[in-house]
């Protein structure tokens, strides 16, 4: 499947490694730019298939590109978008996760781009309109420390599911990583649900969204 | 017994230690040396007379050198009253003129050459009067020659012994009365200089605000520094490190199901350059977290509690931004807060509270743990209150044997 990118990266070493990496996969880079505003412009212009950015970009190289980011889903439901970080952090995922739209979204750590064939899935996964939290969110999250844990009453196994649907695995996923099937993977979900009596959310995004603000609450 | 730390002091003590001390000696010096002065002042302004404007900064080198001098007399050395100006010479006068120090320095300088220069002269002349007067009698019971050396006081000759031994009599009573009198004016002069050449309160004053000014610069700067070497390591070693890792594991991807050495070597490459982007990853944030740069306090102290080892209940509530200082400082205190808990309190959990009070940040970190933390001992909960004490703040510790620990952190929130 051959996407339309646009990619936002202000070093240009790795704005060329990335463009590479994305042709390697038979992928079209239609606009690769330095800053965030160059990016909002590009993707209102050309509007790609996926929008790729690094969080920290010129002028301030704060959080610059997670904005545009953020920014680009509230202004489209469609603009499904990729947001690349230095430093995995829940709260940026939060950010990121906030205005829910119909299109895919996805926060990775940037590092994630040398595991390139699980990569270049992701990105697919991310355009075709998935939900993607970096696996080290979820451990962080899932390893906090609470007074009175309501992940106790989970089984391992149903821990381990609760990780990959909070990474926004869909069930077929799931099953595939546990080597189990996907009935077994729908009873886990559900016994999941019920014990942590979060509300029934079968939509990807949804389902991440509502995993995500119980583990951090 | 310690010598005496001044003049007075020691003569008010048992009259024979003070003759026999040194001080007697050191107030002649001093006095012989303010004539000298005195004398050089007046040849100076004879000089410059020719252009009388450089008169005015005459104080200057003469307040200088009679803060040295006043350790003849004094334990201790007398700091200056004068900021340092700016470079140049123009800055310098600007400086200068401004002070009142300066002036106060001119004002005694005017002292030195009239009251001072006649009080001393005349102090010095009456004791070596004195002293004279004691001596003659040994000048007689040398066996001079009659009329070799004569002795006039007005009309009265002192010409043979007994005269002598008579006026050296009235004379020891008198020489001890002297050196009383010019010990007392050596002392007395020596506070009046103390008074006018040291600085005053508003001086000194003044020089612990521009400590702690340069201080808060010092700390603005280190936070700056920090940040430098964060984003010169993120831009560098770090994408550096993430292009290798992505071309090894493109490398990977292209040798396919290569079984030889050169493909378990690649792959064994890609791992360690994963390791190292892990390790460089943390370090970054150590040196300085982005997300305490791009979210603040809150949402820094919410990361910090979901990777602590114990439950953390963080309650942050800021109306807006802090001072980058202020938050840095915040966040390092709570985190080192957090680090020792869980080291040596072992609590269930721990309590993360923080709040604007008007201008100050008030943190508080409690854990219900074993207590008796003691901040005198190890430099752990030391470096908290240093920290805290560079930004002008405060910070406090109870910690009970047993429980619970609870350290405070206010900090001053200053605005530029």
């Known amino acids: 499947m051959s996407l339309r990118i646009v990619l936002a990266e202000d070093a240009a070493l790795m704005r060329a490694g990335l463009v590479g990496l994305l042709e390697r996969f038979g992928h079209t880079v239609i606009a690769a730019v330095g800053d965030a505003e160059a990016l909002v412009a590009a993707a209102r212009q050309y509007r790609p298939d996926l929008v790729i950015t690094d969080v920290r970009m010129p002028p301030g190289y704060t959080d610059e590109g997670l904005r545009a980011a953020v920014a680009l889903r509230a202004g489209d439901p469609t603009a499904a978008v990729l947001v690349l970080s230095q430093y995995a952090a829940t709260a940026y995922a939060a950010e990121l996760l906030g205005p829910s739209g119909r299109a895919g979204v996805g926060y990775l750590l940037k590092d994630r781009v040398g595991d390139v064939a699980e990569f270049a899935d992701t990105v697919v996964r991310v355009a075709a309109g998935e939900t993607v939290i970096d696996a080290d969110v979820i451990r962080q999250l899932l390893a906090r420390q609470r007074a009175t844990d309501p992940l106790d009453r989970l089984t391992p196994r149903e821990r381990e599911v609760l990780g990959l649907m909070a990474e926004g695995r869909s069930n077929t996923a799931i099953g595939r990583q546990l080597v189990i099937g996907d009935a077994a993977v729908a009873k886990h979900i559900g016994n999941i649900f019920t014990k942590l009596d979060l509300p029934p959310a079968e939509d990807g995004h949804r389902r991440v969204l509502a995993v995500l603000t119980y583990l951090r609450s | ?416």
Not at chain 2, 366 to 380: I, K, Y
Request: aromatic residues 8%; hydrophobic residues 45%.
């Open chain 2, 1 to 416: 017994m310690t010598p005496s730390d001044t003049v007075w002091r020691a003569m008010a003590g048992n009259p024979l230690r003070f003759l026999f001390s040194a001080w007697p000696w050191r107030c002649v010096a001093y006095l012989v040396t303010t004539v000298v002065v005195a004398f050089a002042v007046w040849t100076v302004c004879a000089m410059g007379a020719l252009f009388p404007p450089i008169l005015v900064l005459l104080g200057l080198p003469v307040g200088a050198l009679e803060r040295r001098r006043l350790l003849i007399v004094q334990p201790e050395a007398t700091p200056t009253p004068h900021v340092t100006p700016p470079p140049g010479v123009g800055g310098w006068l600007r400086t200068r003129l401004s002070e009142v120090a300066t002036w106060r320095e001119l004002g005694y300088t005017v002292c030195l050459g009239s009251v001072l220069f006649f009080a001393d002269l005349l102090a010095l002349a009456m004791l070596f009067f004195g002293a004279l007067l004691m001596v003659v009698p040994i000048f007689f019971a040398a066996g001079l020659p009659p009329g070799t050396v004569t002795f006039r006081m007005g009309d009265w000759d002192i010409d043979t012994g007994p005269k002598a031994i008579a006026v050296a009599a009235v004379a020891f009573p008198f020489t001890i009365f002297s050196v009383y009198g010019l010990s007392a004016l050596a002392g007395g002069q020596a506070a009046f200089t103390k008074w006018l050449l040291s600085p005053t309160q508003a001086e000194l004053s003044r020089k612990v605000e521009e400590l702690s000014g340069s201080r808060t610069r010092l700390v603005n700067a280190f936070e700056a520094e920090r940040r430098r070497i964060e984003r010169d390591l993120h831009d560098g070693a770090q994408q550096h490190l993430v292009l290798l890792t992505m071309k090894l594991g493109l490398a990977q991807l292209e040798m396919g199901d290569d079984q030889s050495r050169a493909g378990a070597l690649v792959a064994e490459a890609h791992r360690e350059a994963k390791q190292a982007l892990t390790a460089i990853r943390e370090q970054i944030h150590g040196i300085h977290p982005q997300i305490l740069t791009d979210l603040g306090l809150p949402a820094a102290v919410g990361e910090l509690a979901e990777r602590c080892q114990v439950p953390v209940e963080p309650d942050v509530r800021l109306p807006h931004r802090l001072p980058a200082a202020v938050e840095s400082t915040a966040y390092f205190v709570i985190s080192e807060a957090l680090t020792n808990a869980v080291k040596h309190a072992k609590p269930a959990r721990v309590r993360v509270t923080s709040w604007l009070a008007g201008q100050r940040l008030i943190v508080i970190v409690t854990d219900d743990g074993v207590g008796g933390a003691d901040p005198s001992r190890g430099t752990g909960l030391r470096g908290l209150v240093d920290r805290a004490s560079v930004m002008d703040g405060t910070l406090g510790i109870t910690s009970p044997v047993g429980g619970p620990t609870t350290l405070r952190l206010e900090l001053p929130c200053r605005y530029e």
